[in-house]
């Protein structure tokens, strides 16, 4: 069975706020494009025309903090993804090490002695290759 469909959603305050003013600033606009406007309704034109350039500012601005903020998570997000490659990397190579110790193992006699240390180093990583930086 269907669910049926919600009506129409209430409006919020602000949107109802400003659906108000638009409606208010085309009547306006019609009676100035007439040569009817009067003096409080100039006012009032100019009041609403003020509202929406403080809400287009605001709004920019939160997009633009919104933007800065994307940037800074995307940014962390390359570096964690960077970084877990790097883990898996190693984590293969020490694997591939391990294996290929196993296959000596495999033939030679008892390694109870050496088994342990020769296990470890092959576990250890690499030493990472150092950083070069280049002067301009």
């Known amino acids: 069975m ?3 469909r919600p009506g129409p959603r209430a409006l919020k305050p602000n949107q109802q706020e400003r659906t108000h003013r638009r409606t208010t600033i085309d009547t306006l606009l019609g009676r100035a494009l007439r ?5 409080p309704e100039a006012a009032l034109l100019a009041d609403c025309v003020r509202a929406e350039q ?5 709004t920019r601005q939160s997009l633009t903090d919104t933007t800065r903020a994307l940037d800074r998570h995307r940014a962390a997000a390359d570096i964690a993804i960077q970084e877990g490659e790097q883990r898996a990397e190693s984590a293969e190579a ?11 193992w495999r033939y030679t006699g008892d390694r109870k002695d050496t088994a342990l240390p020769e296990l470890l180093r092959a576990l250890d990583q690499p030493a990472p290759a150092a950083v070069q930086t280049v002067d301009a």
């Open 35 to 39: 040569g009817a406007l009067t003096i």
């Open 94 to 104: 020490a694997i591939v090490r391990v294996r290929a110790l196993a296959e000596r």
């Open 54 to 58: 403080r809400q287009a500012d605001a």
């Open 2 to 4: 269907a669910r049926p």
